[in-house]
């Protein structure tokens, strides 16, 4: 599941994007602390940013500028600004779109797509890390983390974890998951699969995060 971090102090607007965003299965951290932007982005490590510029404290460009310089997440603005040299000083700072408001919301998801598609999906997802109840999967070394704990996955263990971070929420039958180990050419059967959930599942618990994956009888897994 994709993360997006939304910084937007109109609250109305903020639930409208934040409700629709919801629907088509991402994950949305809202931003209401705006003194504490930079400290939110490294904390929740979003995968694309949505970003008004007329916020309190601090605008949206200098925000900008201060995520630029620790990392390369798409950036779309939100803003009611329609100048010309709004947009070119947005894209200047660094940002990757300029949405005016009001907008369609529609166009506004066809658009974080988009983007999500060019910078993860077409480069393999190198450097993704999915987040969730303060779990870290880092895929560039198969790695969980845990309050500043860390623990190796196993090449089974790491594409069944990542198989059911990308579906949070809901429930992955142990057919799908035995499916994906067996793309990897090697040898699954029911048994393999319950002992791979188990280690995970033991991992897991020895960072200190019980009942992370969840067993629905006859039907599969899940992450809650």
């Not at 965003?21 to 809202?30: G, T």
């Not at 949405?99 to 190198?126: C, G, H, M, N, W």
């Not at 929420?169 to 090697?186: C, F, H, P, T, Y």
């Amino acid at each position: 599941m994709y993360r997006i971090m939304l910084i937007e102090d109109d609250e109305k607007i903020r639930q409208i994007v934040a409700d629709t965003l919801k629907k088509w299965q991402y994950e949305v951290v809202e931003v209401t602390q705006f003194d504490q932007v930079l400290a939110e982005y490294k904390q929740s490590d979003p995968h694309l940013i949505l970003l008004d510029i007329n916020l309190p404290v601090f605008d949206g460009y200098y925000w900008c500028q201060q995520i630029r310089s620790v990392s390369k997440v798409p950036i779309i603005f939100l803003s009611s600004r329609h100048q010309n040299m709004d947009i070119i000083m947005a894209i200047n700072m660094g940002g990757d779109d300029f949405i005016q408001k009001p907008f369609d919301l529609d166009i506004l998801v066809a658009k974080i797509s988009a983007l999500i598609r060019r910078k993860y999906t077409y480069q393999e997802d190198e450097n993704i890390s999915f987040l969730h109840r303060g779990l870290k999967l880092n895929v560039t070394n198969s790695t969980i983390e845990y309050k500043g704990e860390s623990s190796e996955l196993s090449r089974n263990e790491f594409i069944l974890f990542q198989l059911l971070m990308r579906n949070i929420g809901k429930i992955v039958s142990r057919e799908d998951l035995m499916q994906a180990l067996w793309n990897e050419d090697q040898f699954v059967d029911d048994n393999t699969l319950t002992v791979n959930v188990n280690r995970m599942r033991k991992k897991i618990a020895n960072l200190g995060l019980e009942e992370f994956i969840v067993t629905r009888k006859g039907m599969g897994y899940l992450i809650e």
